[in-house]
């Protein structure tokens, strides 16, 4: 069974970090890109960052790049997002997920999904 579990959220004052894992399991870590979604209250979900298993490649939303970072541990398999300089804008439910049919980036076709962790940010 696959498995997406992340952690990591908490309330943080703007201008701090936190890091977020996902732990996964239950299938082949190299064969699957991953990705990191948020979904704010009253928004429509969004693509954040999403790292690839053929090559390590990444991928960053604008409104992220060069605040967050995104890689994985394959000895772990683990991903994690880095978030640096948060914002208010960034409070969201985050949550991981699996592309099981690729392992280039492709932010639709993600498939599995972790329950998410909250992240606050306050002003």
């Known amino acids: 069974e696959v498995q997406l579990v992340e952690s990591g959220g908490g309330l943080v004052q703007a201008g701090g970090s936190l890091r977020l894992s996902c732990a996964t399991s239950?299938?082949?870590?190299?064969?699957?890109?991953i990705g990191w979604f948020r979904q704010a209250p009253g928004k429509e979900r969004e693509g954040v960052s999403c790292i690839s298993s053929s090559d390590g490649s990444t991928y960053y939303a604008d409104s992220v790049k060069g605040r967050f970072t995104i890689s994985s541990d394959n000895a772990k398999n683990t991903v994690y997002l880095q978030m640096n300089s948060l914002e208010p804008d960034d409070t969201a439910i985050y949550y991981c997920?699996?592309?099981?049919?690729?392992?280039?980036?492709?932010?639709?076709?993600?498939?599995?999904w972790g329950k998410g962790t909250l992240v606050a940010v306050s002003s």
């Open positions: 997920a699996a592309d099981s049919s690729s392992r280039y980036c492709n932010f639709y076709g993600m498939d599995y």
């Open positions: 239950g299938f082949t870590f190299d064969d699957y890109a």
